[in-house]
């Protein structure tokens, strides 16, 4: 095996962590099943790791790795569909689906079968795994629980019934792809990922340097729009014309009707109970602190999925997954089964949008350890809290915030000179500041707890998190966070 090192790493080809190896397992849709996960949780224990985690690609991650996987667990993890059987292509696998595809009331197209077609091309053109790791295309179908906001570098959005719009990475790194004015039939979509990979891959050439670092965006900036739209058209097998335009995005919405799905998903909708367009089918959408899939609940997920739903399982681009195909006479043991391992399903939880990156252990730019951080301040809220809206906690170890792109109710950065937290609270977001709230490690629960009680106790009635805290001064959020 190569021991080739990657910054963005896939099975094959793991990168050097400040806590060890880190690898990463593609799960193409975020769809597990039972044998799967099986398998997962036997490599957790000849690993003696205590968990897996769910990135924010709704894919697997492995840390703190003492050496590279041995061949005989690489053949294992490829036959039951793991890893690729080709190295190649396994880090250009990074293929994301609505969560909720085929099961959601309210999508316009079942996106499964085109990202299915879009694995099997990946899988046979080995030439695209020059490609950047980071490389991934989103398929959302129009429904309830989208993914056009997620930072994918292509996106396919159902709109109606038979026609996609086409998304392209374009802007800063972690903003969500960009409408091109384009609407492709079903039949057209896969040979137009295959012409923008193609045209990616030779733009990449051209750029030279390290085509594992190119980014889709890099290309198209180099081109601009419209010229990186000809060098598609070239590679397009299809003979219907094309133009890639950045059109006006308000005007663009409001004529083509994509007002609602522009907007940011709420990440806490898929949790909770939910019907399915199947009737007397429901889902379960269950919450992962931080990610972490314990070896337990690996298993006893997998054994819920086989025994009350399809035995499948998908993984979110939240970190979070759902058991779908549940009948509803068996809600009430899936849901006391789920509790037993001890997870919840309520986005009211603590964990349910707390988010932490890798941090000080495990990433060099760390200034604090963020994932101890945010599950003490997880534990100490569920012990002392009923919250009764989510809330979502972001924890970063530098300003990169590579956890969570879009804004929090709480930000707290990881601060290199003090080794502390900077504090962003609610529609404050300025972190130039002057003289920003500052927070040393041991502070961060009860701080966070004062802000939350007085939110609970001060608040207009239905005021929401970030009109209260908005309407605090400096000087009062300052005495909420300190008070004693
Ligand atoms: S946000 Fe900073 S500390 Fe956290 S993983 Fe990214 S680069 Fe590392």
Redo the contacts with the bound molecule.
């Keep these: 095996m190569s021991v080739e090192r990657s910054i963005c790493p896939d099975i094959y080809h793991p990168a050097i962590a400040r806590d060890g190896l880190l690898t990463r397992l593609r799960i193409p849709g975020g769809v597990l099943n039972e044998s799967q996960c099986l398998t997962i949780a036997s490599l957790l224990e000849s690993l003696s790791l205590e968990y897996i985690q769910v990135t924010n690609r709704a894919n697997l991650q492995l840390r703190s790795l003492a050496k590279d996987l041995d061949r005989e667990l690489l053949i294992k993890l490829a036959g039951c569909g793991l890893a690729a059987n080709n190295s190649a292509v396994d880090g250009i696998r990074n293929i994301m689906i609505s969560p909720t595809a085929g099961i959601d009331s309210q999508e316009s197209i079942d996106v499964r079968p085109l990202a299915d077609a879009w694995h099997k091309y990946l899988t046979e053109h080995p030439e695209l795994g020059v490609l950047s790791s980071k490389f991934s295309v989103g398929f959302d179908g129009g429904g309830s629980v989208g993914i056009v906001d997620r930072p994918n570098d292509i996106t396919l959005l159902a709109v109606g019934s038979r026609q996609f719009s086409l998304y392209l990475a374009m802007s800063e790194r972690g903003d969500p792809p960009l409408p091109v004015d384009v609407r492709l039939d079903s039949n057209e979509c896969v040979p137009m990922l295959a012409a923008i990979a193609q045209s990616y891959r030779r733009g990449s050439e051209v750029l030279g340097g390290d085509a594992r670092r190119t980014r889709l965006r890099d290309v198209i900036r180099h081109y601009g729009l419209i010229g990186f739209g000809e060098l598609v058209q070239r590679e397009f097998s299809t003979s219907r014309r094309f133009v890639f335009k950045n059109p006006d995005l308000e005007r663009f919405c409001t004529e083509n009707g994509d007002v609602a799905q522009t907007q940011p998903r709420l990440s806490e909708r898929h949790l909770g109970v939910h019907q399915q367009c199947q009737s007397d089918y429901y889902y379960l959408g269950v919450v992962l602190p931080l990610g972490r899939w314990s070896v337990a609940q690996v298993q006893g997920v997998g054994n819920i999925a086989a025994r009350y739903g399809s035995g499948k399982i998908r993984l979110t681009p939240w970190q979070n997954l759902i058991i779908p195909d549940v009948k509803a006479i068996d809600l009430a043991r899936v849901q006391g089964l789920i509790n037993d391992l001890s997870l919840v399903t309520t986005a009211n939880h603590p964990s349910s949008l707390l988010r932490a990156?890798?941090?000080?252990t495990?990433?060099?730019?760390?200034?604090t350890d963020?994932q101890r951080d945010a599950i003490a301040l997880s534990e100490y809220l569920a012990a002392n809290f009923t919250l009764d809206r989510p809330l979502n906690i972001h924890f970063?170890?530098?300003?990169?915030?590579?956890?969570q792109h879009d804004r929090a109710d709480i930000t707290l950065w990881?601060d290199e000179r003090t080794s502390s937290y900077r504090l962003a609270i609610g529609g404050i977001t300025d972190r130039s500041e002057p003289e920003p709230s500052v927070l040393a490690p041991s502070a961060v629960p009860i701080a966070i707890g004062n802000l939350i009680a007085a939110y609970h106790h001060q608040r207009h009635p239905q005021e929401s998190f970030e009109s209260f805290t908005t309407r605090q001064s400096p000087v009062q959020l300052h005495q909420i966070l300190h008070a004693v």
Excluded at 357 to 360: L, V
């Design positions: 990156c890798a941090g000080a495990g990433c060099q730019f760390g200034a963020t970063s170890g530098c300003d990169k915030s590579c956890a990881g």
